[in-house]
């Protein structure tokens, strides 16, 4: 699999509307973009630029229409933020994120539960190092 692009924070919010639905035509892009962000016309194309370079997004031409569809998941994106954010914040290291987010963060008792059962099947499958 290859890995995820670099994809910018105002570059996700392209991202974010193909996520939800696919395809989208590039002036159904920007008219939502224009309203959400008050981004300009050429501002969201330049976006769709990118992100087409950066092999993120397709398109195909249906007439005078581009419609546009991710190549990247939802899913895989996540995991490479995540993995960025923790290379970048914590060395690497998921247990000093985990200890830090346990300090700061109030837990409920299903929360605490759904994470003690990760854990023990984390234990379990012997896929803790």
């Avoid at 008792?109 to 803790?128: A, H, P, V």
Wanted: aromatic share 10%; glycine share 4%.
């Amino acid at each position: 699999m290859n890995p995820s692009p670099r994809i910018t924070e105002a570059e996700s919010e392209v991202m974010k509307l193909l996520w939800q639905k696919e395809p989208l035509s590039a002036s159904e892009i920007i008219e939502k973009l224009t309203e959400q962000m008050s981004w300009s016309d050429q501002t969201v194309k330049t976006f769709l630029n990118r992100l087409h370079k950066k092999n993120a997004i397709r398109f195909e031409k249906s007439g005078r229409t581009y419609l546009y569809y991710p190549l990247v998941s939802h899913d895989d994106y996540l995991k490479a933020e995540n993995k960025s954010f923790l290379n970048r914040f914590y060395d690497g290291a998921v247990g000093m994120l985990c200890a830090k987010f346990l300090e700061e963060e109030k837990l409920s008792d299903r929360d605490i539960e759904q994470l003690q059962r990760l854990l023990d099947q984390r234990k379990k499958d012997g896929s803790g190092a």
